[in-house]
């Protein structure tokens, strides 16, 4: 793990860490800091935070939202933390961290799923994604030096484990939720909800399983390089609501279909991804079918869901995102990119720099040597060779 963000990670002397993701990661990460000779202490906004940072120092938090900074200066005054830590950027108090952290000069550190997946997970200072502080000009990218890959062990997220400390976690929130009278969660705070969800899921992935087992076979072979790939985002993703001008995931289907419709050449196709962590919320099947009635593509427009990305990205002629990740996956596979939102790869050269309309006919290419020098230069200062969901008896999280 010797990476630069790791690092950054053990620049500080004592930390605050806020909410993590949903399990034991920031109790062992407060942990792991201890074996460091650092002092850590978690803040604890509900009851699957209490449960998690029960072998950890712990500060509660009781109040409501609008009493955070003060509340941050109150806490910094008696413990004078210098590195502020949490998973996400967007949620609301992490926000008003953010901002507080930048008025007192205190380091803020964020956690998020990573950038290069499934090996990795992301930590940058000051934010992630479209407020990371990454250089954005392809200039800086093109005369770095040339360097060497770092060595990265293979793991992979247990998706059993994220099932479960979810479960848990909204089971401990809602046990304890009187002794959180403030507390409003960035999403539905239901474990019942939740449960329904999940289980929609299972269920659903197994119907389209079924459903689609043809599909991959139309589009390996008589489509092959004859249709556009538009990857569909968590409806309630984050990083729509702060860093696009989509108010929802639909507004951004109609306008790539319209555009598809208008502009693309009369062979091409275009093929609707979901989101596989979306299968138990929302479907978009009966949008997708009246929109392409409407702008008359029905026989042109194809909604998948549980294909796997990269023979999808391998096959398809270009890619269009709102800013998820998969676009960093579409510019591995040195596909033509399309962003329609603000994203931190959005960077000419590296993706089409025009308006959608004009895409479909573009001859655009990503510049491969821009991009190698972007992968290194992002693998070597944002990434971390870990997962938030790992079972410990193969991979220790913190064995650095």
Request: aromatic share 16%; proline share 4%; net charge positive.
């Amino acid at each position: 793990m010797n990476s630069n963000a790791m690092k950054t990670l053990l620049a500080g002397e004592r930390y605050l860490l806020l909410q993590g993701p949903m399990g034991p990661f920031f109790s062992d990460l407060a942990l792991w800091l201890e074996k460091q000779g650092r002092e850590a202490v978690n803040v604890v906004f509900n009851g699957g935070d209490k449960f998690y940072c029960r072998r950890v120092k712990t500060v509660a938090w009781k109040k409501t939202a609008a009493e955070f900074p003060q509340w941050l200066d109150e806490t910094w005054q008696g413990y004078p933390f210098d590195t502020v830590i949490c998973f996400g950027d967007c949620r609301t108090l992490h926000r008003a961290a953010r901002e507080w952290a930048q008025a007192k000069s205190v380091r803020f550190l964020v956690f998020e799923e990573g950038y290069l997946r499934p090996h990795y997970i992301t930590l940058e200072e000051s934010g992630v994604n479209d407020w990371s502080s990454l250089p954005r000009d392809a200039a800086f990218y093109r005369n770095l030096p040339d360097m060497a890959p770092l060595q990265a062990r293979e793991i992979s997220a247990s998706s059993f484990l994220r099932c479960w400390h979810a479960t848990v976690y909204y089971l401990m929130g809602c046990y304890y939720h009187d002794a959180f009278p403030h507390y409003q969660h960035h999403k539905c705070f239901s474990p019942w909800y939740e449960a329904r969800c999940w289980w929609r899921a299972g269920w659903r992935k197994q119907w389209y399983r079924l459903l689609e087992r043809k599909v991959l076979d139309k589009l390996r072979n008589e489509l092959s390089q004859h249709y556009y790939l538009a990857i569909l985002q968590v409806y309630n993703d984050s990083q729509i609501s702060h860093h696009s001008d989509y108010g929802d995931v639909r507004e951004y289907i109609e306008e790539v279909i319209a555009s598809f419709a208008k502009k693309a050449p009369l062979r091409e196709h275009l093929v609707i991804k979901h989101h596989p962590m979306d299968r138990g919320h929302r479907l978009y099947g009966l949008l997708i079918k009246r929109l392409s009635s409407i702008y008359g593509v029905s026989d042109k427009v194809m909604y998948v869901h549980d294909l796997p990305m990269p023979q999808l990205l391998n096959h398809a002629r270009g890619v269009i995102t709102i800013n998820s990740t998969a676009g960093i996956s579409a510019l591995i596979h040195n596909k033509p990119l399309k962003v329609m939102g603000r994203a931190l790869y959005n960077i000419d050269g590296l993706t089409f720099q025009g308006e959608l309309g004009a895409f479909w006919t573009s001859d655009f290419k990503p510049d491969t040597a821009l991009f190698n020098k972007f992968r290194a230069y992002l693998k070597m200062n944002t990434q971390i060779n870990m997962v938030f969901y790992c079972n410990k008896r193969k991979f220790n999280f913190f064995n650095s």
